[in-house]
């Protein structure tokens, strides 16, 4: 409890009146009835975290005395030495975001042709390789840890597929072990967008250091954010000495260009951002668990929605509250979104409709949904709830609260969702 209260104070608390969520209401006054917002203040999946704003500050003060604001600082040699150890691996880039460093890989590797991914992931997986005029292959997800099903992307592997991503969703790792087999029997590059999973193990060894390179997100939504921001860890020198060229235009030294690059470096600012909040990183997973534990506590016994769990023989940075709306809850998912929504609890419905569902993959693979009905399921099942420093654990009481009152009152919730002037009276 310390712990948390720590990263609480890490992250600065935003000012909150005391009787922010009202007490235990009857139900009929929910916010889609007209009664005021449980929560005066919006509820957001993926709050920045802040760090420490005093060391913060601190390290941009140095950046403009030293007048060094990016082109590989002290701040990004610095952030890269500590990822690298963090992670286990001999090398880290820094790059600008976490879909430029997937695009870098993706070229470096040289993959073309098709290339197997999953449709059960943030857009940006797809864009990558689409964006480079390769195709992505949709294959479906295992339901239990909603990665790539190995049966699904052997199925999927054609005479054009050179390579497969893998995506450690919500930070679980990937059927890592037999998706090594199946790309080494069939002579595929393997490849992990771990967005999620910075500070996330599979067994003993840490997420980073699987397939031939793996690449995390610091996006503001993330554990670690550096505002935007991106890493591509390998043990190959070889790959990482071409990938650092790639991300700044082909440079070796001053004027000497010896490879097609673009820019894709991380500034200072962004790499001080990141080693601030990398030393809160133990205090924001510790809250993240204990929001898991009280939502596991406050969401048991209500039928039809369940957590969906991380496996604790990994490490898991719990930055994901995903939960499953099943088919047997009396309300669908959308609807207790809605629900959520009027009550300034920012749910999310990640991530629907499915990359295959939107543009251009929609128009270019109509039927990809048919080969994918695990995906679809997910699609629509999935709930994201608010996590992270800014809530308490009275907090998370009252959204599952809110969450227990709709489905007790199902059909009248349904009734007034279902009329033309919407949830807002
Ligand atoms: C699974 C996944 N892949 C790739 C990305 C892209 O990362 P970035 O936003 O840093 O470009 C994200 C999201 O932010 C993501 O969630």
Redesign the pocket.
């Known amino acids: 409890m310390r712990r948390r209260a720590s990263a609480r104070n890490a992250t600065r608390k935003r000012k909150r009146s005391p009787g922010r969520l009202r007490g235990a209401r009857a139900t009929p006054s929910l916010a889609i009835f007209g009664a005021a917002p449980a929560f005066a203040e919006q509820l957001h999946v993926g709050r920045p975290n802040i760090g420490d704003r005093g060391r913060f500050l601190a390290r941009l003060n140095d950046i403009l005395d030293r007048r060094w604001l990016t082109n590989r600082g002290d701040y990004v040699v610095e952030l890269e030495r500590r990822i690298a150890g963090l992670t286990g691996v001999r090398n880290c880039v820094l790059v600008?975001?976490?879909?430029?460093?997937?695009e870098l890989l993706i070229r470096a590797l040289g993959l073309r042709g098709e290339v197997i991914v999953p449709a059960f992931?943030?857009?940006?997986?797809a864009h990558?390789l689409q964006w480079q005029e390769i195709t992505p292959v949709f294959a479906d997800i295992d339901r239990e840890t909603h990665c790539l099903d190995p049966r699904s992307v052997e199925a999927a592997i054609t005479p054009r597929t050179t390579g497969i991503i893998g995506?450690?969703?919500w930070g679980r790792p990937c059927a890592i072990g037999e998706l090594e087999v199946i790309a080494a029997r069939h002579q595929l590059k393997l490849m992990f967008?771990?967005?999620?999973a910075f500070g996330c193990s599979s067994g003993k060894r840490m997420i980073g250091s699987f397939g031939a390179a793996e690449?995390?997100?610091?996006?503001a939504?993330?554990i670690v954010n550096t505002f935007?921001?991106?890493a591509i860890v390998t043990d190959n020198d070889e790959l990482a000495e071409r990938l650092r060229l790639m991300q700044n235009f082909g440079f070796r030294g001053y004027d000497r260009v010896v490879y097609l690059g673009i820019n894709g470096k991380m500034s200072e600012v962004c790499a001080a951002m990141g080693l601030t909040n990398l030393e809160s990183l133990d205090a924001l997973v510790e809250c993240n668990r204990a929001n898991y534990r009280a939502y596991a506590k406050h969401l048991a016994g209500i039928p039809g929605v369940r957590l969906f769990p991380y496996d604790e023989r990994h490490r898991s940075n719990y930055q994901y509250l995903v939960t499953i709306v099943g088919e047997d809850a009396a309300l669908t998912r959308d609807e207790l979104v809605a629900v959520l929504h009027a009550e300034n609890v920012v749910a999310r419905r990640y991530?629907h409709p499915g990359v295959h569902r939107m543009e251009p993959y929609r128009t270019l693979f109509p039927d990809a949904h048919r080969l994918l009905p695990r995906t679809e399921q997910a699609c629509r099942e999935v709930m994201v709830l608010p996590t992270g420093p800014a809530l308490s654990e009275s907090d998370i009481a009252g959204v599952c609260g809110l969450i227990r009152a709709a489905l007790e009152h199902a059909a009248r919730v349904r009734e007034r969702l279902a009329r033309p002037e919407g949830p807002n009276p």
């Open positions: 600008a975001n976490g879909t430029i460093g997937l992931t943030f857009v940006a997986t990558a995506v450690h969703l967008d771990a967005a999620h690449v995390f997100s610091f996006h939504t993330k935007e921001g991106g991530f």
